[in-house]
């Protein structure tokens, strides 16, 4: 069984009307003003995993500023789940600047069977996930619903990208010491979290953490696969593509020519992704 465990999809007149969106929010802008970016419905994606031979997809929205575009956002992932029961998992993405309304949102996407919070993108959004005091009220909805959580992490050093942000490593290993129970999915394979967890404190606050892998190819070379593999195990690697940005079967591929033994390969490209959504 494969599962992708990070894509975007949008409703289709987002994408009809781009430029529109690009204006509206910057952050968007930075990220698809360039058309070679590439946008996906949620009928893109279900043909997308049938091409590559994906089994089923966690996706979200986008982290838009504006808290009732979100809520336009999640309601289509919301419909797209209960399209595809089975084949698509949904997130709730949240602008926690809105305060209550985000509280309200949270509920309404865990109580409509949503499994997680994400793709944070604390850097569009004007927070920082190092701000705990702000994300506690959201947190403790994900304790009490048992969610996951998936934030954007970034590299603090090399090349810039549209959508690097500035999500540090100081500011996630804040927020695991601040909600320890929460499990965490670090995005694009936390920033370079992987290589602090040598640091026996630091792997002790990350023993609900798991990395996920997209957009691999755009930022580390081959040997990050099992590189990580290695220092935190593979039972904690997520394969992830970032799809529309980026092809499904471009990050399989990469996975199965990477340096891993056949029962890590597996448990990267849907085994844990498995017990994470509590697939029987
Ligand atoms: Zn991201």
């Not at 089923?56 to 336009?72: C, K, N, Q, R, Y």
Request: net charge negative.
């Amino acid at each position: 069984m494969i599962i992708d465990f990070h894509t975007h999809i949008f409703p289709p007149e987002i994408i009809q009307h781009r430029a529109r969106y690009c204006e509206r929010d910057p952050w968007f802008g930075e990220l698809y003003a360039n058309p070679r970016a590439s946008l996906a419905t949620a009928e893109d994606l279900i043909a997308e995993m049938a091409i590559s031979g994906v089994d089923a997809s966690v996706t979200f929205s986008f982290g838009w500023s504006d808290p009732g575009l979100i809520e336009e956002c999640n309601s289509y992932v919301l419909d797209a789940v209960r399209r595809y029961p089975g084949r698509l998992y949904g997130m709730a993405v949240l602008q926690p600047l809105a305060g209550a309304r985000a509280e309200r949102e949270l509920q309404r996407c865990a109580e409509a069977g949503m499994i997680g919070l994400g793709e944070l993108m604390p850097h569009g959004q004007g927070y920082r996930l190092c701000d705990t005091h702000l994300l506690t009220p959201l947190m403790d909805i994900v304790r009490h619903y048992q969610l996951l959580v998936l934030s954007h992490c970034s590299e603090p050093v090399g090349h810039l990208y549209p959508g690097k942000g500035d999500v540090s490593v100081q500011d996630v290993v804040a927020f695991l010491t601040a909600f320890p129970e929460v499990r965490f999915i670090a995005a694009h394979w936390g920033g370079g979290l992987p290589f602090y967890s040598l640091m026996p404190e630091i792997q002790r606050i990350t023993a609900h953490v798991w990395y996920d892998t997209a957009a691999t190819v755009y930022l580390y070379r081959d040997l990050i696969v099992p590189t990580v593999a290695r220092l935190v195990g593979a039972e904690r690697i997520l394969f992830a593509s970032d799809y529309g940005l980026l092809r499904q079967q471009r990050i399989i591929k990469h996975l199965q020519q990477a340096d891993l033994d056949t029962q890590s390969l597996a448990m990267i490209l849907g085994q844990n992704a498995r017990s994470l959504l509590g697939i029987i």
